[in-house]
């Protein structure tokens, strides 16, 4: 059973406006959550995290919010460029940190 | 800057092929990852080291071995090659300890297996 979930394996948005992608966890320890970018052909890269103290965390047009009762965070973009294309995937550590559980990704298209 | 390198971008090979795959990074990072990612199955862990000679399970590790004989390279053994292990594979590192897990990637292999 899937520990994060990230629902819509694809979004489509128009440049300049706002992305909004979704995660849902499970597993009420989880305490950390990263968000990575992946272009085909290349290996993911961290893009942004958010520690469970927190309920928002920003890095320029990159916000990541989370809501703990819900055990649900989503990931902003504003505004969205053609170069956000990619894939993003939502990942919490498991147990010691040395693992990550993985949601599927949601592939996004960012229309000029 | 931090880098972990892939042995090869592309690779073709021949089912029943004996199939190495190498890693190496330079930051000194106690864990290795060895993942592969196949279209709407997101990645999924086939192997991880977080020590030398040490190895665990993934979540697929059958028809994979790996090896870890030096801190830096981490190597991913396809014993006999089949078509189902055609996929993207790639390799990733992080420090041990301290609160952090952010893993760092290499670009990747595209193993196509014939």
């Known amino acids: 059973d899937q520990q994060v979930k990230q629902n819509s394996p694809s979004l489509s948005v128009q440049e300049g406006r706002i992305s909004i992608l979704n995660c849902d966890y499970t597993?009420?320890?989880?305490?950390?959550f990263l968000w990575y970018k992946k272009y085909p052909a290349e290996g993911p890269t961290f893009l942004i995290s958010?520690?469970?103290i927190k309920d928002k965390n920003e890095d320029g047009r990159f916000t990541v919010f989370l809501n703990k009762s819900a055990k649900h965070l989503s990931l902003h973009i504003v505004p969205s460029q053609p170069g956000d294309s990619a894939v993003y995937f939502c990942?919490?550590?498991?147990?010691?940190?040395?693992?990550?559980?993985w949601g599927l990704g949601t592939s996004l298209a960012v229309n000029p | 800057d931090v880098k972990v390198t892939q042995s090869s971008r592309y690779l073709v090979k021949r089912t029943g092929e004996k199939v190495f795959l190498e890693c190496v990074q330079d930051?000194?990072?106690?864990?290795m990852f060895w993942y592969r990612q196949d279209p709407g199955l997101g990645l999924r862990l086939i192997y991880f080291?977080?020590?030398?000679?040490?190895?665990e399970k993934g979540d697929i590790p059958e028809g994979y071995s790996v090896s870890r004989e030096k801190k830096e390279r981490f190597s991913l053994i396809l014993e006999s090659a089949s078509t189902n292990q055609t996929s993207m594979y790639l390799c990733?590192?992080?420090?041990?300890?301290?609160?952090?897990?952010?893993?760092?990637f290499g670009p990747g292999t595209r193993l196509t297996v014939l």
């Open positions: 958010i520690s469970s």
């Open positions: 990942a919490a550590p498991q147990g010691n940190n040395r693992k990550l559980i």
């Open positions: 597993n009420s320890m989880f305490d950390y």
């Open positions: 080291s977080y020590d030398v000679k040490m190895k």
């Open positions: 930051m000194d990072h106690e864990n």
């Open positions: 990733a590192s992080s420090l041990e300890g301290g609160g952090v897990c952010e893993q760092f």
